[in-house]
């Protein structure tokens, strides 16, 4: 079992920057490719970004490329999104969640993933 916690959402205007968290515990963390996802109401849950279970490849979706960055630190069970220059369209609950296997390959589709957090509410102001 894999606990996934997120943090650092909030309210912030567009432009501005916001960096989430998700924290890992009970399981080897470098066995697990991870993912972001995010919801917004009424919508069904969008892939954001994947990143490799070493860190090495990372895949964007097409709406956030140039504008977030995810990083791993497998020594700390973490994983981070850097989101700058948002937009009120970013609005939504963020998810992390975590696919078991060391997958290299994107994997875009909420099913494929084992693991989620509880999600943490961004809200970009225009």
């Known amino acids: 079992q894999v606990q996934l916690v997120e943090s650092g959402g909030g309210l912030v205007q567009a432009g501005g920057s916001l960096r989430l968290s998700c924290a890992a515990s009970?399981?080897?963390?470098?066995?697990?490719?991870m993912g972001w996802f995010r919801q917004a109401p009424g919508k069904d849950r969008e892939f954001v970004v994947f990143?490799?279970?070493?860190?090495?490849?990372?895949y964007y979706a097409d709406s956030v490329k140039g504008r977030f960055t995810i990083s791993r630190d497998n020594a700390a069970n973490t994983v981070h999104l850097q989101m700058n220059s948002l937009k009120p369209e970013d609005t939504a609950v963020y998810y992390c969640?975590?696919?078991?296997?060391?997958?290299?390959?994107?994997?875009?589709?909420?099913?494929?993933?084992?693991?989620w957090g509880q999600g943490t509410q961004v809200t970009v102001s225009s």
């Open positions: 969640a975590a696919k078991l296997g060391r997958a290299i390959f994107p994997a875009k589709v909420p099913s494929l993933y084992d693991y």
């Open positions: 009970g399981r080897t963390f470098d066995n697990f490719a």
């Open positions: 990143i490799s279970w070493s860190g090495t490849r990372s």
